[in-house]
Structure formats: structure tokens, C-alpha cells
């Protein structure tokens, strides 16, 4: 497969003598490399410089020309509504990450560290991971039926008596969409966390406590700082996901609650290119920082 | 016949094999000996082709094959840590080089069967062809790495610390082995190991490399009477070497006259052999002729046929002394316990600052 | 010690709450897959137990108000997307990691750029891949805009898995089949893919199952031609219907199903490689 591009028997002149271990050396490498890096240029790099360029073209009721202009960066930051959602998805995100966190933390905690047969370790994780194989849509449309006023915690709650009203905030507000992020989300936190934790070795939590430290320390001193790089690693996947988000938000809040994913999608439907753009360059920067801030914490490569 | 000429090899600036050049017979077994670090790895890689030497090249039968790559040079090696292939079984193995290689594979199934089960007797696994990698001992995989190397009937076979991952007996029985497989199949065998006992009961000649250097080759009997330096004799593991400077042909270690052998007039190493030192009585003197230091004993330990006994002497320097047990047997001493030492100022050889060996140190041996 | 063991069933506890509140949704969606049509509606409380909305989906029920699900072609669609996908950015995840498998200038510049392909949001890139098309005039479809933008989302998933399996990777046997006469191409063949098949699995399954659910970058670039997900999101907007339960309870049990075969495939080629080496045993034997 893949080394079709090491050519047999070419014979190296001492030139590409390189200091390479065996036969991969040289420049061989580059002709594997290419054909990922081109692709990633064109087809991932181009769109997002594209969609940076087209943020400054002028934007005419049905079209865009390339007359570079700041107009929709201006009509961004002063219009309450755009700039309203780009607080309100900052807010939403922020909620996920924390609810992510704490829910997961504890499932996480018990999967790498108190369950110590690997089977039912793997178990339990493919357990969590099953959902992900029906349509994630379907997935957040299921908590229609679940939220509604007339829905599956409403009845539990009302024939259990502990409500004696049907709570109707659960569907169709911010909640709704918190909630069913959360679910769909918590996964990606648990999973990272529950490796990094299962690789603790198990005697330095001994040594630890044959040295009489109460279980809260060891929590603190060692369970909780070599488990950053899987909170760090989990917090990547669940930010990129939220603030991309924007098919959770119009199905669970019956479009009261518009994210910028939502807006972009508005505005591309009705030819707003330019205006759209300047949405996607917002999100793409909010994005960046949130990213390189979090890999400053843990060396991506490194935990590979 | 195989020429390595002027090889050189380093990483990052450092070199790590210097300027080796050697010439490896037909039907022979070489062997290198190194500590760890000494670049013997690094030598029978740049040999097998899996690195690049800076400069120098090796010539096989008169050919260059400096710039192949290692699949056409015709090479065996065989790696410290077998390298099995983990996905097929033994016999799988062992035929995967006839079946897959670029010249010449062997389509006849039944005479790669033949070749195999041929090679897996010669190394006494007749019964566990059919068995996965994980499912075999050290000892085995290790004939098993030597077997696949060896059915491809190379010309030269490259060992890199064949036996360095065997326990202490299975080692024993695998020199023997190892010799014997050789002289049956009559392929030359380069063998690197970091083990001096190794090294000079296994080869027909040694070559001592030291820091990426070759330093002497000869015969192990050559090189074990007569080291050429001494950073061979510090290889060999087999010389007490005393540092100190000469004054109207005496050796002076700290003070501590020791006597030379006549005509040596500036030595700067004393070597003399473990098996040549004597522990004479408590409170016994030695020969006026002979050299003699008083040491405190530290330990002792069983080396096969051998007792090694371990002293330190005042200026902290540890003698080590053997005795074959078949000349007498063993001694006990307490911990602490004060003995001079004693040798025949025959025995000696003197090294000049530049560590290598003065002329006129037979040690009683023609040079 | 006894309050360890007291907060382990503590955890153990919250743990099956917390696959409780995973699976709830689940357990809904399975109910109410079973409300009675064309009536009924997707929530409680059920009016009448039927199948009615699995009919309606394999296209076996009287025409309703109730549109049918594009199943046919819009499932064909996201197949061989998926499928196409997979492969491709399963080579390219390959070949890419095989590249890191030596130091080179520039690796730092190459991992993230890879990397990043997975952490764009797919709206952004969907945004992008638009206008990049628009602009320059390429027609936007299933088969070339979406599945690009595919790739550039799961190749880097290939890329990675691949990368842990090559890091726990031993070069030497690659080593001792060059010196064995073998060329590096059949080495590759016949030691290195062999020995690293386990990880291209998963890096397959990766790419095939992201590709099949996504939708943000397929909504932008895939111009009419809808996949099942973009057919999914369609419904968004106009009344839900249970018909789209049943769907979800059909393609899970399909996927569950496919699982399975993985599984057993994994545990059989297992099992292969042993019942061969005793067979071989007694042969020479």
C-alpha cells in the first residue's frame, strides 16, 4: 500500500546517503507525505483562507462581489442579535464543557480506576459507545419525546408525585439544548479521561498509600494530575463539537435558540455569503484560542 | 571474502564507528568483541546495509556492494532480539526468506519443505514448526532467528550479541551449538558480543573494537597473550591493570615499587593476568624477584571451572585473582582480610603513555 | 480501606445512572417506534401498539400525509460515501503515518495540519468548501465537494490511530526481512500489513462510521442530492413523524449487526492463525 513509493533497487548515490535508519531515508518520505498535505491544503486550508477572503467582499441583497469591504464585519459587532449569539453560544459551550466534566469525571473514574478486569472494562466503554452507531439527529430528535410536556420524564416525575404540573421549561429553551448536548457530548469526555486513568500504575497508588495518604490526596496528588492530558484531550473533542454546533440547538429549542452555526445556516439560505463568512471567521478565531489554549496544557504528540 | 574498507559512521556529529577496515575470510568465524557503546552494533548494520556509513565501503567477493540495499547484498543477520515474525509460526518462519525473496525464491513448495525442516533439525526444533512465536522459549527463538538466517545459505552471516538475551547456561550450550551449526553448514560468521569469555572461546579471530575503533585483530590466543594496548587488556576482562610511572626500571603504582621486566625504562600500565597472581599465606613474603602488593578481600565468586577472588588494594584499586579448581580448591577468607599477592616478573606486560604495548614484554612467549 | 469500598459503590452506582441517561433516549426512541400511524405522533402517550411506521419506512404502508423517507438512495448515497471514505483516508492515514515514522523537518507543520482537518467545525469547512466552489465555478456533489470534505475529516482519525499502532511498532522485523532477501515493497506486504491489519481495522471503522453520520460539511456541498442524514435534518423542519424511530431503531440493529460481524471476524482470524499453526504441528509431525 503505502510504500509503493519506495521504489526497489534504486540504487542511492552517496548524495542521498542520508542519516535516516534504514531504507526510509532520504527524501523517500516526502512522496508519502504529499498526497496527504495536498489534500489538506486544497480542500482544508483554501476553503478556510476562502471563507476569510470572502468576509470582506461587499454583500448586495442576493449577491456577493469581490469589492473588499469591512460592511459585514461593521453589521456583525453592531447588531445585537449576531453579536447576542455569539455570547449566548460562548455561554452554551461553556455550560457543556463544565456539565461534560462533571458528569463524566465520576463514570470516567470508576472505569479506569475501580474497575480493574480489563473485559469489563472494555465493556463498559463499548457500552457508552453504542449510541454512536444510530444517527446523531435521531439521537437529538429522540429527546423530543423524552423533554416535551407530555414526555417520558414529565410522566415519570407527575406518577412518582413528585410534581403535580407538568414542568414545560424542559423542552424548547436553553435547558433542552444544554441537556441533550450534554448526553450526546459527555461520551467524548469519559473516554479520554477513563484511558488516561487506566493507565495509572497501580502500585504508585499503593506506594501512595502505604505512605498513609487519605484516599482525598491520593485523589488530588496523583489521580487527578495524571488524568489532565484525557480531561484536556476530552475538552478538545467537546468544544470543537459545541461551537460548531448548530442541528441540536434548531431541533431541541424550536429555533428560540440561535448559535452561530445557526445563523451561518440563516444567512447562507438566504445568499448572505459575505455576512456568513464574517460569522464562520469569528467562530474559526473563537475556535483557534480555545484550542491552542488548551494545548498548551498537554503536548498533543507526545501523548500518542 | 569481505573487505570492509574504512568505514565510518556517525549520528549527530558523534562518530560511533571510526575508520574500520577488516577483511573477513571465507569459512571463518570472526568475532568482535565491545562494550556496549563500542559501535559493534552500529558496524554490522553498516555491513547488513540498514545504515549508511559516511564514508568507506565493503566489498563482497571483490564486489562492491556499499550502495545496495540490503535485500540484494546476500547477507544474513541476525538480530539481538530475533526479530521474529509474530503473525506466522515457526516454519513459517524459517521458509519466509525462501519463499519471499527477490532473487531466486523457491516456487517448489516441497523443497522449501525440505529446506526447512532441514534447517529446523540442524537446530534441534524439529517438533515446534508449527508453533506461534509466543508460544516458544528465549533459547528457541534465538535458533529459530539463526535458522531463518541460515537457510538462505548466505554467504556471510552477521550475529549482533546473539546470546547477549540468554540466561547464563543456555549460553554455555549455545557456543557450542553456534560452532557446530557453523562448521556443519560452512558459512563465515561474524559474531559482535559484548563478552570477552564469549568472544575468544567462539572465534577462529577477534577483533577488539573500543569506542568505535578496531583495535587489534588476531587470533583470541594472540590477543589474550599479547594485547596490543591497554584498552584491549581493560577489554579483555582477564589483566589487572595498574597505573603508575617508571623510575630506573621500576613501576611505580602510588609509591608501591613493582618490578619489571629488564630493559623497560618507561611504562606507564602494569598488566598482569588474573591467573598469574598467587595468594600467598597470612603473613607470608613474597619472592624478592617476584611482584607482590598486599590487598584487602572483598569477595569471591565461582566462575564455571574457576574461583575468581576479588581484593582491593590500598589505593583502592580492585585485583582480581583465578584459580582453576583443578590445581587447587577453594579458599575462604573473612571480609577485610589482608594477603599479599604475588607474581612472576615474567608474567608482566608494560604499556607506554600512549597505552600501547613495549616491545620486549614476552611474558616468556615468542612475540 | 472500608471507605474505598463504600465509594466504589457509590461510583458504581452513579456509573449505571449515567449509562441510564445515555440509553434514555434510546429507550424512547424504541418505544415510540411502535406508536400507532398514521395518527400518531411522535410521543406518549401510545395510542395503539403497531408496526405501522416500519412499514412506512421499508415502503410497504398506504400512502399517508406522511412522506416517506428517501431510504433507497439517499442510504445508497451515504454507503458508498462512507465507503469511498474509508478507503481513501484510510491509504492516506496509512502512507501519512508511515512518513512519521522517521524524523523530518517540518513534522510539527504536517501533524497539525493533518489534525486540524478534525478539528474544524464541519460547518465552517461546509461554508468554505462552498464559496471555494462557487466561486471557482465547480459543480457542487455528493461524490466530489462532500467527499473531499469527507476525507479531510476522517483522514486525520486514520492518521492518528495509525500513528499509535506504528509508535508500538518494532522495525526490526522489517529489518530481518530486507536482510533476508526481501524487497521492501513485499516486506511491506507481507510483515508490516500483516502486523499492523488490527489498527487499519479500526482506522476503517473510524473513517466508515464519521462519514455516515456526517452531515455539516454534506449539508453545504452536496447541492440537491441528499445522504441519509441531510434526508434526517430535512424533517427538522416540518412535522416529525415516528417513522424516523423506526428508522433510527432499524439502522442501529443494522449497525449493531455489522459490529457484530467485526467482532466475530476478529475473533475468527484469531482463532485461524491457531487452529493452522496445530494444524501444520501434526502435519510435521
Redesign the interface.
Known sequence: ??????T??A????AT?????????GKR??L??A???F???V?????????VY?SFWTQSTFAVSPDLTIKSWVAFFSSDTYFGALIRTLRIWLTVLALTLV?GY??A???GQ?VRNKNTQTV?LV??V??????????V??????L?K???IN?LLQKFGITSQPIEVLLFTELSVVIGMV?IY??FMVGPIAFMLARIDESLIEAARDLGAS?WTIFRKIILPLSMPGVVVGA?FVS??V??E??TA??LSGRKVNLL?NI??TQ?GSLK?AF??VI?VV??VV?AIV?TGLLRVVN??RE? | MMELVSLTK???GVSVVKDVSLTVENDEYLTILGPSGSGKSTLLRVIAG?????SGTVFLDGLDIG????H?RGLGFVQQKYALFPHLTIFENVAFGLRNR?TDPLRDENEVRRRTLDMLHLVGLDDLGGRMVGQISGGQKQRVSLARTLVAEPKICLLDEPLGALDANLRERMTVELRRIREALGVTFVHATGNEAEAMAMGDRMVVLDNGRSLQIGSPDQIYDLPASVQVARSLNAYNVMAGDTREGVFYHIGHPLPLPPGILDARYYAVRFGSLSILEAGGKADASDGSIEAAFIASEFVGSRMVYFFRDDHGDILEVEQHLSRSDPLDFSLGERRMLAWPVAEVLAFDAAGDLIAGTSRGIAA | MH??TS??WI??F??AL??V??????L??GI?SFQQGPEGG????IIEWSTFWYKHVMGFAPPSRVAPLPVGEALFRSLTLAFATMIVST??????A??F????KGS?F??Y?????????????G??????S??LGIARTWWGTTF??H??YT?PFA??VM??IF?RFD?SV??AS?TLGV???RT?RKV??PMIFPGVLSAMLFAF?LSY?E??RT??TAAGDVT??IA??GT?SVE?HPN??A??VL??LF??AL?TVYAILMAMSVRRSQARSSGIQEEIA
Not at chain 1, 540504487?11 to 552517496?14: D, E, R, T, V
Not at chain 3, 441517561?21 to 434510546?26: D, V
Not at chain 3, 515514522?101 to 523530518?104: D, E, G, K, L, S
Not at chain 3, 495540519?113 to 469547512?125: E, Q, T
Request: proline fraction near 7%; aromatic fraction near 14%.
Open positions: 500500500m503505502s510504500n509503493t513509493a519506495i526497489e533497487q540504487p542511492i548515490n552517496s546517503r542520508g542519516n535516516q535508519h534504514g531504507l526510509l531515508r518520505h516526502y508519502l507525505l498526497p496527504g498535505v489534500w489538506m491544503l480542500f482544508l486550508v483554501l476553503p478556510l483562507l476562502m471563507m470572502v458528569i465520576p463514570t473514574l470508576f472505569i475501580f463498559l457500552t457508552c453504542v449510541p454512536f452507531w444510530t444517527s446523531f439527529l435521531i439521537r430528535l429522540a429527546w423530543r419525546p423524552m416535551g407530555e414526555g417520558a410522566i448526553q459527555v461520551v484516599a478538545i470543537v463539537m461551537l460548531g448548530f442541528a434548531s431541533a452555526g451561518i445556516l447562507v455569503w456568513a463568512a464562520g467562530l474559526t475556535m484550542i498533543l504528540r500518542l | 556517525s549520528y549527530d540498514l545504515e549508511w556509513p559516511e550502495d545496495q540495499l540490503p540484494v527477490q | 471507605q474505598l465509594l466504589k461510583l458504581g452513579y456509573t449515567f449509562i441517561f445515555l440509553y434514555g433516549p434510546f424512547v426512541m415510540i411522535p410521543q406518549f402517550p491509504v492516506l492515514g496509512t502512507m501519512t508511515q512518513a515514522r522517521t524524523q523530518f510539527g504536517v501533524f495540519l493533518v489534525v486540524l482537518g478534525m478539528m474544524v467545525p464541519g460547518i465552517l469547512l461554508l468554505g468548501m462552498a464559496l471555494v462557487d466561486q473531499v470534505l476525507v479531510v483522514f492518521f492518528l500513528l499509535a509508535n522495525s522489517e529489518e530486507w524487497s521492501p515493497a511491506f508490516t500489513f462510521t453520520d452531515f455539516p449539508l453545504f441519509m442524514p434526517i435534518y427538522f416529525i424516523l424511530f428508522f433510527g439502522t442501529t449497525s449493531l459490529l
